[in-house]
């Protein structure tokens, strides 16, 4: 290990390898404190060539190299082990714009670059780049390219998959595959670009990419409206893509249990709906034509949803303070949750036929079985994606009670979810915390040939081991 060390500093300035225990404390854990590993030293590259040099080192003394980019995963796919064997290899200082390329509609990136600078680059330029999601001011676009980050706008534009065009990676061998590449069309055999797409830096790093850009809309209406069901909130959305199209950007599901769970700790994030309703949705429609032709809109579909008895109430933003006012209270509710303690949280999709059986369902088994729990469950409703967690009834300690009932409760959710055909995983990956769940839920050929992967791109084992799949 020593001789390890040593040779680093003949790839890496000396001044980025950490190596004391207060330098390498913060990337050791995870953003919900879930994971805290050890490692061997943290490793701060510049450029795709010294990646390719530490990987090549890693290769030969077989160290296992866990890729971060900006910590926020909720898996623990960027903690290292508790060996103190494995290198964190953090991507943040490769966070360089290289290129907009205005006629084809692009921007090609570093690893490192934080989301939220990457969105505004795009805006300079005329330009919206679509991922958008609660972290966005601290993750990195190498880790939501490795995650497949998905977020408040898959539903017109896709996930960070559907936004990428090409892709540069260093491989577990150390050499660098240049797919940087803005094409949208490109058929020739294998798509290797979607292979490392969602491998959570176990099959290669990602060092920089090229993702789609799209025009910036002029006009932007939000708002808040109350259903009684999970059945009416579905018949809504459905009524929303049939009448608005495409330009329906934003449907998003807010329970009244998650939202007085809001209110505890952001008092000033209060719901505007009187009453708090079952359930609250969060709708976004936006647009390339005048403000007044999209609120027209808003209001007559609206106006047929009252009429269908589909929503009892509405209310529309009447500025972007008020648009943001609504998309904060939606991103709150995870802030939300990790004040208020640990909980059980369960990322799905379900078929949006099946959804409201599996809420109704889920929703009875779980109140049998334990009395006074707190389902917090709220969600990208459009993509039929819940954030299904799980809070110990008020008054007990959330780590007693997620140590004893933690793998029961994740039982009965999956089993929901296999019984409904949806999966057990929609945006936040696996990691090291659903490893297990994979396992037992991707279906037998499904893991065998992600292992037969594993073995071919990553045979020594070093790339996040014992992370997505273990082999
Ligand atoms: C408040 C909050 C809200 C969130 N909301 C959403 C949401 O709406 N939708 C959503 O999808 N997620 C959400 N997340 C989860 C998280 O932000 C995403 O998973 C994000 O994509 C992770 O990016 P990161 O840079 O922090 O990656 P990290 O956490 O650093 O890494 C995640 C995984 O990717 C790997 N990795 C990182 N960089 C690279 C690289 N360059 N090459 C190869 N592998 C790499 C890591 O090894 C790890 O396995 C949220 C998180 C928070 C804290």
């Given at each position: 290990m020593q001789n390890f060390i040593n040779q680093l500093s003949t790839v890496l300035e000396q001044k980025y390898i950490l190596t004391k225990d207060e330098d390498k404390a913060p990337y050791l854990t995870d953003w919900r404190k879930r994971f805290i590993g050890k490692a061997l030293a943290v490793l701060l590259p510049c450029n795709s060539a010294e990646v390719s040099n530490i990987v090549k080192l890693c290769a030969e003394h077989q160290i296992a190299i866990v890729p971060q980019g900006g910590h926020t995963g909720f898996c623990g796919g960027a903690t290292p082990d508790n060996s103190g064997t494995q290198i964190i290899l953090n991507l943040k200082r490769m966070n360089q714009i290289r290129e907009i390329d205005i006629a084809n509609q692009t921007i090609t990136v570093e690893a490192g670059c934080i989301l939220q600078t990457l969105q505004e680059k795009a805006v300079e330029q005329g330009f919206l780049f679509p991922l958008s999601l609660g972290a966005e001011g601290s993750c990195m676009i190498g880790g939501n390219l490795a995650t497949n980050a998905g977020g408040t706008n898959v539903l017109r534009y896709g996930n960070a998959r559907d936004l990428c065009l090409g892709l540069e990676v260093v491989t577990a061998k150390g050499e660098v595959w240049n797919g940087i590449k803005g094409l949208r069309?490109?058929?020739?055999?294998?798509?290797l670009r979607d292979l490392f797409v969602g491998s959570e830096g176990t099959l290669g790093i990602i060092t920089a990419a090229v993702m789609k850009l799209y025009p910036l809309p002029i006009s932007q209406w939000t708002t808040l409206v109350a259903c009684q069901s999970i059945a009416s909130s579905i018949a809504l959305l459905n009524l929303f893509q049939k009448r608005a199209t495409s330009l329906l950007t934003g449907f998003e599901m807010m329970t009244q249990e998650s939202l007085d769970l809001n209110e505890k700790h952001f008092p000033h994030m209060a719901n505007p709906l009187q009453g708090n309703p079952p359930f609250t949705i969060l709708i976004e429609l936006s647009d390339h034509e005048s403000e007044e032709h999209v609120r027209q809109l808003l209001e007559t579909i609206l106006e047929e949803a009252f009429e269908s008895h589909l929503i009892s109430n509405a209310v529309i933003a009447s500025n972007l303070g008020q648009a943001n006012a609504f998309w904060h209270m939606r991103e709150h509710i995870t802030l939300a949750q990790a004040e208020e303690g640990a909980n059980l949280k369960h990322d799905i999709t379900i078929p949006l036929s099946s959804l409201d059986s599996f809420i109704k369902e889920t929703d009875a088994l779980m109140r049998d079985k334990y009395p006074g729990v707190r389902i917090i469950n709220f969600g990208h409703l459009g993509d039929g994606n819940l954030h299904y967690n799980i809070a110990p009834p008020l008054g007990l300690d959330p780590k007693i009670f997620n140590e004893s009932n933690e793998k029961p409760i994740h039982e009965l959710v999956y089993a929901q979810v296999e019984r409904c055909h949806g999966s057990i995983s929609a945006e936040h990956g696996v990691g090291q915390l659903k490893l297990d769940d994979l396992r037992a839920h991707k279906g037998e050929v499904a893991h065998e040939l992600m292992k037969t992967l594993k073995r071919a791109l990553d045979p020594q084992n070093i790339l996040n081991p014992h992370k997505v799949v273990s082999i």
């Open positions: 069309k490109d058929n020739t055999g294998y798509d």
